[in-house]
């Protein structure tokens, strides 16, 4: 009797033995076969088979072999098994990154083939002014119907009905009633691959005309190291938005494809890269295979066996895009490699941009970071020589960059309505006189971050997290940002009854609502986690923007990610501030690269920009170095800085929290794990805590945790996978062990 082992989608670490009926040959490893588990059947893993029989158990059979073909590459095997090792995580849940199907790991049957089809909601046929005149009166006692009916007048795209339900708030029952009133139609009509793939304003790349004596030497460079061969290479690609990075990603992916081989381009946030996206296919048409989170399970089946089959050699995606099925990626283009959307935030936690290393270094593949500016780590290993350094020094057609006004917010008393300041209102002012084009930034959504009580001081606060709870208007609402809680917003004070309650802080919206009240004529509009929820929001500001059609754009981190808009005069920067008072000690880093982000937005058409800097901090480093679009300075200064408290670069961290529902258990478990740790530290490994996290309360579980400093990676992976496999006896059942090596969060 054959035996297999195989790995589940589950956090345990350990392998799970079962029988194979005879006449069946042994799937090929990373096979997906289901199995018994429990009362449950899971689809798991092969890895491998043994002769060794557990004892004591009754070993139950594979149900199914659902890949007869065997689904990894031996390099994309080894890269799992790295994985695994290095971010201490179960095989079972590395390996379903590699397959385009199911997250739970539970069988679901039927699987469609081909496109799929699902019901997407339409405008009446008859939407002409008249009709809409009568359809606001007819709807004036069905608000949620009124907001659908708005909606799909806005959208004027078909969106799919589960999509619209989910991000208005209503259910499909609303649909059906304005169906009814024949106020909208619905259609089950094929489900958009890629929401990039019709409508969008394509770039022809060829119309930029030749690449620069600067684009052309990084990209000989990395065509050099591609007909290298079996020589892995990493190069930091270091240029300031706007100075052509996109176009040496373009042409090296050529460079690829003329060799026959296959490339990976990852972005941080593929809604967000509607422009990157059309450039590549305005260059490589239909062999680009775009993934996106919005595909269904079918969907992503396709899109994948496209990139199998060779028929998509380039695929552009997200993170989990390094997992698409090339067999082996001779290129890996990381865009933006200092963004923290590399980083995913459940098990396993792993960093795109350091397995992208690794997955080069495997397959002898080439990788680009590219960066305007660059996280510390990467730069600090150019500088080693680990990286190859290649740079973009200028702005393509010489255009300067913007200058940089700081505006003190505390000597400049005079201030326009919530937080514009004279100085800024006085640039939107000349700016909107000239026909020109601004964008309002602002860290922080909501129409203030939180309510507070005026007589005592009491604060909203979500029962889940201990974090405030943001007021959003519109349906007037407590959010919490974190786990999602909403609640009432409440007419009294909780502890003191008072009904003095004031709002603190501004957000989005109150910028947007100031602005409308000081310049009436202007078309202003919002785009933030709010504004955004259907998929093609964003692309559809993008392109109001594009077409004149916006004069002000107000938004939050999201407008400075990815747009290229010549009609861009001005940057206004709110509150440069925010992110500066976060407790992390990558706040700088955060901060700087926000600020340089957010001004490479002005004059990118043939005038420069201009950027005027709201802050309390004038004096501060990061603001000074931002405001001079200075790298150099920057990096300069936060080296020293981490050098000295010993953090990344200067050592590796691991964050090890525990986790659980009563508070007293969770804190005597964090301290029984440093006990264990402090016992046998190995020299050169420094132990942090036990402390309570910043987010002391996450989604109904208390948190404590502790910080592993290293002077070299191989003295965590010793007390690391210690620590995994005495989960039970440290913590206790009832408690929860995280382990997220190469943090970018300590919250
Ligand atoms: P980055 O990716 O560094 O922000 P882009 O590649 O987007 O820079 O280039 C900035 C702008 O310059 C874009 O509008 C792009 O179309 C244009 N551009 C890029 N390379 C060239 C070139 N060689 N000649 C003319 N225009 C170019
Ligand atoms: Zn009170
Ligand atoms: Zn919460």
Partial sequence: MALIKVALPLPLPQLFT?????????????????????RRRLVGFAVETTEVEPQGVRLKRVQRVLDEEPVLSDSEWRLAEWMARYY?????????????????????????????RRLHVLPAADAGAEARAAAEAALARAPQQLRVWRATLELDVPIEQAELCEALEVSPGVVRSLVARGLARVAELEVALDPYAGGEALTDVGAEGDPTPEQRTATEAIGEALAG???ARTFLLQGITGSGKTRVYVESVAAVLGRGGRAIVLVPEIGLAAPTVARFRARFGNRVAVLHSGLSRGERVSAWSRVRSGEAPVVIGARSALFAPVGRADLIVV??????????DETPRYLARDVAVFRAALEGGVVVLGSATPALETRANADAGKYGRLSLPARIGGRPLPGVEIVDLAREGAVV???LSDVLVAALEETLTAGDQALLFLNRRGFSSFIQCTDCGWVGMCPNCRISLTLHRGTPRLVCHYCDHREAVPDACAECRSRRLDTRGIGTQQVESAVAA???AARIARMDLDTTGPKWSHARLYRAMQARELDVLVGTQMIAKGFDLPGVALVGVVSADTALHFPDFRSSERTFQLLVQVAGRAGRGDRSGRVVLQTYLPEHFVITAAASHDYEAFYRRERQDR?????????????????????????????????????RLAAGLTLVGPAICPLERLRGRWRHHVLLKAEAPQLLDRALWDLARREDELVGAANRLEIDRDPLGLL
């Avoid at 029988?19 to 429990?38: E, H, I, K, M, T």
């Avoid at 865009?335 to 995913?344: G, I, L």
């Fill in 18 to 38: 079962y029988r194979l009926d005879d006449d069946r040959p042994a799937p090929a490893r990373g096979s997906r076969v289901v199995v018994g588990f429990g």
């Fill in 335 to 344: 865009d933006e490699e200092h963004e923290t959307a590399y980083k995913q």
């Fill in 88 to 116: 201490v995580a179960p095989l079972g849940l590395v390996l379903r990154l590699f397959h385009p199907a199911g997250s739970t790991g539970e069988v679901e049957e039927g699987e469609p083939a081909g496109v799929p």
């Fill in 229 to 231: 061969g079996e020589v």
């Fill in 643 to 679: 050098e000295a408290l010993r953090y990344p670069p200067s050592t590796r961290l691991a964050n090890v929290v525990v986790s659980g529902p009563d508070e007293s258990s969770v804190e005597a478990a964090a301290a029984r794990m440093a006990d264990h740790l402090r016992a």
């Fill in 518 to 520: 000081r310049f009436p």
């Fill in 417 to 419: 309505g919530p937080g």
